[in-house]
């Protein structure tokens, strides 16, 4: 399983701080994001800090240039959930993080039941 990890680019450095696998995770407008029938969810909480020169929004656009893959032991791929914005903790969206600051990002991703997550990958598009 994923462990405690650390990503630096131009744009930003991403910890990885933790990995969890739930059916449903709790949001801040009530209704939980949930597993579909034969799925669970993959949540990973990371720490980012903004080292780029340009502003980065989160929970809307994500790191500009990066492409975030997760795959499990058997080599598929997770399918990343984009209500990041909803999730308690994460910034809100349209917040733009200067360069220098930094925040906790939780990702979660949609897992084919009983998957075990392995790999986090970071493309940088640059």
Same mark, same amino acid.
């Given at each position: 399983?994923?462990?405690?990890?650390?990503?630096?680019?131009?744009?930003?450095?991403?910890?990885?701080?933790?990995?969890?696998? +739930?059916?449903?995770?709790?949001?801040?407008?009530?209704?939980?994001?949930t597993a579909a029938a034969g799925e669970q969810l993959v949540v990973?909480?990371?720490h980012f800090v903004n080292k780029g020169t340009a502003t980065v929004?989160?929970?809307?656009?994500?790191?500009?240039?990066?492409?975030?893959? +997760?795959?499990?032991?058997?080599?598929?791929?997770?399918?990343?959930?984009? *209500?990041?914005?909803?999730?308690?903790?994460?910034? *809100?969206?349209?917040?733009?993080?200067?360069?220098?600051?930094?925040?906790?990002?939780?990702?979660?991703?949609?897992?084919?039941?009983?998957?075990?997550?392995?790999?986090?990958?970071?493309?940088?598009?640059?």
């Amino acid at each position: 399983m994923l462990g405690e990890t650390a990503a630096d680019f131009v744009r930003g450095t991403l910890t990885v701080s933790s990995v969890e696998v +739930v059916g449903e995770v709790a949001t801040n407008d009530g209704g939980p994001i949930t597993a579909a029938a034969g799925e669970q969810l993959v949540v990973i909480r990371t720490h980012f800090v903004n080292k780029g020169t340009a502003t980065v929004d989160l929970s809307c656009s994500g790191v500009p240039d990066w492409y975030i893959q +997760v795959f499990d032991t058997e080599q598929r791929e997770l399918a990343q959930v984009f *209500e990041t914005y909803r999730i308690p903790g994460n910034p *809100e969206c349209n917040h733009q993080m200067l360069s220098g600051q930094e925040a906790d990002w939780t990702l979660v991703f949609r897992a084919v039941e009983g998957a075990t997550p392995r790999v986090f990958q970071i493309t940088d598009s640059r």
